[in-house]
């Protein structure tokens, strides 16, 4: 009895920026929005401090930064809490790009902080009802800068359920 097996390959396209002086005028002012949540950021136990600075369609932009909590995991990453403020008061907006950066005086930040995979397939979900893919800037204070568009880059086989919406 034989197998037979599809061996598949991922390929992403990402930017790489060495400085935000590199980045787009739009896109180095999301990354100084991103930079000034981390004052908003709220983690006194991991001393490790997140913003994100997200642009909707409207030029309007939201601000979210980390919320740790004592009773772990109850916390939030600042993606989801800028992603779900954006749901709960401009349920029809559309995300274009999102900043997110990091900071802590614990040790050098060398290369940019991504997302996790709660936030990763919550961005996916914000791209799948809006249609339109959401470009990610990780901003490494001081440092290098990666920047993709769309999530799927990220997250290629993100879980989506059409049936869970009543497709059935």
Known sequence: MFIIMNVLDFKITYETYENINELSVEDELLCIRAEEALKTSYSPYSKFKVGTAIQLADGEIVLGSN????????????????????????????VTTMA????????????????????LQVMAEFEQKQKSPIAVIFYCLNGQIIK????????????????????V
Do not use: M, W
């Not at 997110?100 to 996790?116: G, H, L, M, Q, R």
């Not at 997250?155 to 049936?163: H, I």
């Open 100 to 119: 997110i950066t990091a900071y802590t005086e614990n040790f050098d930040i060398k290369n940019p902080v991504t997302s996790c995979g709660a936030c």
């Open 67 to 94: 919320q740790e909590n004592v009773a772990y995991p109850s916390g939030l990453c600042a993606e989801r809490v800028a992603l779900f403020a954006i749901g709960s008061n401009k349920p029809n907006a559309v």
């Open 148 to 167: 993709v568009n769309g999530i799927r880059s990220l997250l290629p086989f993100v879980f989506v359920e059409d049936r869970l919406a009543g497709a």
